[in-house]
């Protein structure tokens, strides 16, 4: 499924960089169906204020998210090579 190519969609898609190279081919794709989707739900349930507090909540939760998953790859990647 492809994500609508809105302007929030695409800054989110930006954001999922932060994740590792190995999630995101699994898990960007859908993940920005879903904001796209989400986002269409909150503009028609609260309007544009609502849309970009949902955008922003969201683009700091993945920040925050994918920065931990990057630490943690990083991480399984140090342990295996000490083994």
Known sequence: MKADRGPLTALF???LRVYPEDFRKLFAEDMAYQFSRRCRETY?????LF???FALRTALEVA???AL?????VRRLR???QR
């Open 64 to 66: 925050v998210h994918g």
């Open 79 to 81: 342990s295996g090579r």
């Open 13 to 15: 898609e930006r954001i």
């Open 44 to 48: 028609r349930r609260g309007g544009r």
């Open 69 to 73: 998953e990057r630490r943690s790859s």
């Open 51 to 53: 849309l970009y507090g």
